[in-house]
């Protein structure tokens, strides 16, 4: 269930220790997570973020050593003030509040702009060997990941699968995939509009302040472009997506191999995302994920329309009727 925006009560201790003696502490937000977050201001006008990541169902180990890494290849991740890694609780730099989402929302006239340095931010990130000690995200972790969507969202729509056969038409799409030698890269894996600031001062990649980035894995260098791309919370025009990929294809020098994984992994993301959104409402008590479902279906019908996809888009066809798909979430329904 969705904890309620109120600071934990050992928050006053941890930042009284840390030199915050007093400090104020107002909600900021809160996710798809366990995880919390709270502005915390103090009488001589310093500001920062407190991560609330309570154990068990939070470690804020990987945030803190992503973070890390992050700075240190030269792209901005929040500063670790102070850390009290058995209780979840992290003091953090802060960003601001100028959010990508909005400032895209604010000025349009900018889309291309902003989401070409976006690119660049991946093009920068691979052009590093991945951070040391991540897990791997594969073909096996793709296809496992796949199975969200047929055990939530096929029964909470009604509906019956062959579990095997989407499987199956999954791994025809995926082994090319996996087998084409790119990567591997550190991979954000929830990287998009809503998970970047605007740092005033800075300019390049590095005034964009990432966020979210706790379950970076070791994966292929299209999964983070198509994750921005196709925004689960904001229409991104086919226009822009294809300037973006196009972009980062010449600055990274990637070919036709990169195109084709791009529109799987899109896929697969897609897939797995209208999953975990079934799973956020009905495990988690957060319905409010239900209303990206139709955004979300209209990203994997552009998908299911590459020629590589055929085998998944069959699966599709026999076992999802247009009833069953953007159609079953109108307000109408």
Known sequence: ???????????????AANGWPGARIDPLAGDASFRRYFRVRDDDGRCAVLMDAPPPHEDPRPFVAVAEWLASI??????????????GLLLLGDFGDDRLRERLDRTPDRERELYGIATDVLVHLHAHPPMPGLPVHGLDQWLDELALFTDWYVPAVGLGADAAAYRAAWREVLVPVAADGLGPVTVLRDYHAENVM???????????????????????????????????????????????????RAAAGQGDAFEAAYWALAAQRNTRILG?????????GKPDYKRFQPRMWGLLERNLAHPALAPVTAWFDAHVPQSHRAAYWSPDQ
């Open 1 to 15: 269930m969705a904890l309620p925006m109120i600071p934990p009560a050992d928050a006053p201790d941890f930042l």
């Open 74 to 87: 030269g792209l901005s991740a929040p500063q670790i003030l102070a850390r009290d890694l058995d209780r």
């Open 198 to 248: 605007l740092v005033e001062g800075r300019s390049g990649v590095e005034q964009f302040g990432l966020l979210d980035f706790q379950d970076a894995l070791a994966g292929h260098p299209a999964y983070d472009l198509a994750s921005v791309l196709e925004d689960a919370r904001r229409d991104v025009s086919p226009a822009i997506e294809r300037a973006m990929i196009d972009r980062y």
């Open 276 to 284: 975990v959104f079934v799973r956020l409402w009905k495990r988690d």
